[in-house]
């Protein structure tokens, strides 16, 4: 392990030791299954976070990581069979049990721009997807906003901002509809037994999401939302009078916890490879977002065992 890690070097190593331990423990091994066993798994895994890091293209790899076809295809095949996300559930999990994931949840979503080599794969094609059965969308979730054409990621993250779950959509997808689906993608088990928590305290969110439709979902739930009338709205109940109702509550001092998500998406954007999408396919551009959430809990949950 340590050998391969100083082949690596410094200068391409995203992990450390720690990190790697616990990382390794995670991903899924080849023993028993039909083929060659995974070797240099570490090996493979740096030059999946160094493409991400940099945003090159794959065939550019340096040397040092082996063949770049290893790598991309151990990429595809870990974003399709969902390895990551299962990744990120594992460290949440632990994240838990540990006292180091705070319930107060804030929603948001950014847009990415998508480079042009990551539009031209054919519409309607549909690709094997990754966790609970998904497949690639048909629109390979590439819309076409004002900034050109776009991918919009959808992020919710605990009250420290590091990342529950993330969703994609075409740029020009409105953030509001968006909102449950977010939330339901939020699933950490107990590592105590019982069914996963998928509930948290309080989600905050800005005015794209104070729709009548997401304030009832909170509520059926027992959440707490921490939400802003939009001001169309809050001149709609006025002009109603006595039937326009009274309004929702709102804690201003908790609605300044929201800055975290942005935070989180500026530390993703951080990653080349997010920021910018170079990927044909929503899954696989997807599975990089989410291992850059990974490499965050990996900081605070590797580095103190």
Same mark, same amino acid.
Not at 192 to 219: E, W
């Given at each position: 392990?340590?050998?391969?890690?100083?082949?690596?070097?410094?200068?391409?190593?995203?992990? %450390?030791?720690?990190?790697?331990?616990?990382?390794?423990?995670?991903?899924?091994? &080849?023993?028993?299954?039909?083929?060659? *066993?995974?070797? *240099?798994?570490?090996?493979?895994?740096?030059?999946?976070?160094?493409?991400?890091?940099?945003?090159?293209?794959?065939?550019?790899?340096?040397?040092?990581?082996?063949?770049?076809?290893?790598?991309?295809?151990?990429?595809?095949?870990?974003?399709?069979?969902?390895?990551?996300?299962?990744?990120?559930?594992?460290?949440?999990?632990?994240?838990?049990?540990?006292?180091?994931?705070?319930?107060?949840?804030?929603?948001?979503?950014?847009?990415?721009?998508?480079?042009?080599?990551?539009? *031209?794969?054919?519409?309607?094609?549909?690709?094997?997807?990754?966790?609970?059965?998904?497949?690639?969308?048909?629109?390979?979730?590439?819309?076409? &906003?004002?900034?050109?054409?776009?991918?919009?990621?959808?992020?919710?993250?605990?009250?420290?901002?590091?990342?529950?779950?993330?969703l994609l959509s075409g740029g020009q997808a409105n953030d509001s509809p968006m909102m449950?689906?977010v939330l339901d993608a939020i699933a950490v088990p107990r590592l105590s037994g019982g069914?996963?928590?998928?509930?948290?305290?309080?989600?905050?969110?800005?005015?794209?999401?104070s729709s009548a439709s997401n304030r009832k979902v909170l509520r059926s739930k027992g959440?707490?939302?921490?939400?802003?009338?939009?001001?169309?709205?809050?001149?709609?109940?006025?002009?109603?009078?006595?039937?326009?109702?009274?309004?929702?509550?709102?804690? &201003?001092?908790?609605?300044?916890?929201?800055?975290?998500?942005?935070?989180?998406?500026?530390?993703?954007?951080?990653?080349?490879?997010?920021?910018?999408?170079?990927?044909?396919?929503?899954?696989?551009?997807?599975?990089?977002?989410?291992?850059?959430?990974?490499?965050?809990?990996?900081?605070?949950?590797?580095?103190? %065992?």
């Amino acid at each position: 392990m340590f050998a391969v890690a100083a082949v690596v070097g410094d200068r391409y190593r995203v992990l %450390t030791d720690k990190q790697w331990e616990l990382l390794e423990l995670l991903l899924p091994k &080849s023993d028993g299954q039909v083929g060659r *066993n995974f070797a *240099n798994n570490r090996l493979v895994v740096e030059g999946m976070l160094f493409r991400l890091r940099t945003g090159v293209p794959w065939r550019d790899l340096p040397e040092v990581f082996g063949p770049w076809q290893t790598v991309w295809k151990r990429h595809r095949r870990y974003a399709g069979d969902g390895t990551w996300d299962r990744v990120l559930v594992a460290l949440t999990a632990l994240a838990d049990a540990t006292g180091n994931l705070d319930w107060v949840v804030s929603v948001d979503s950014s847009i990415m721009r998508v480079h042009q080599h990551g539009a *031209n794969a054919s519409r309607g094609d549909r690709s094997p997807a990754g966790p609970d059965g998904e497949s690639e969308p048909a629109d390979h979730a590439i819309g076409r &906003s004002r900034g050109g054409l776009t991918t919009k990621a959808h992020l919710a993250t605990d009250g420290n901002g590091r990342g529950l779950a993330v969703l994609l959509s075409g740029g020009q997808a409105n953030d509001s509809p968006m909102m449950p689906a977010v939330l339901d993608a939020i699933a950490v088990p107990r590592l105590s037994g019982g069914p996963p928590r998928r509930s948290p305290d309080q989600v905050l969110a800005d005015k794209a999401y104070s729709s009548a439709s997401n304030r009832k979902v909170l509520r059926s739930k027992g959440i707490r939302a921490v939400i802003p009338e939009r001001a169309d709205q809050i001149a709609n109940r006025k002009r109603r009078g006595r039937t326009g109702g009274r309004p929702p509550g709102f804690d &201003s001092a908790a609605y300044k916890g929201r800055n975290v998500v942005e935070r989180a998406f500026n530390k993703a954007k951080h990653w080349r490879g997010v920021a910018t999408r170079y990927d044909k396919l929503a899954i696989t551009y997807r599975a990089g977002f989410v291992m850059a959430l990974a490499v965050e809990w990996l900081k605070l949950l590797g580095d103190m %065992t």
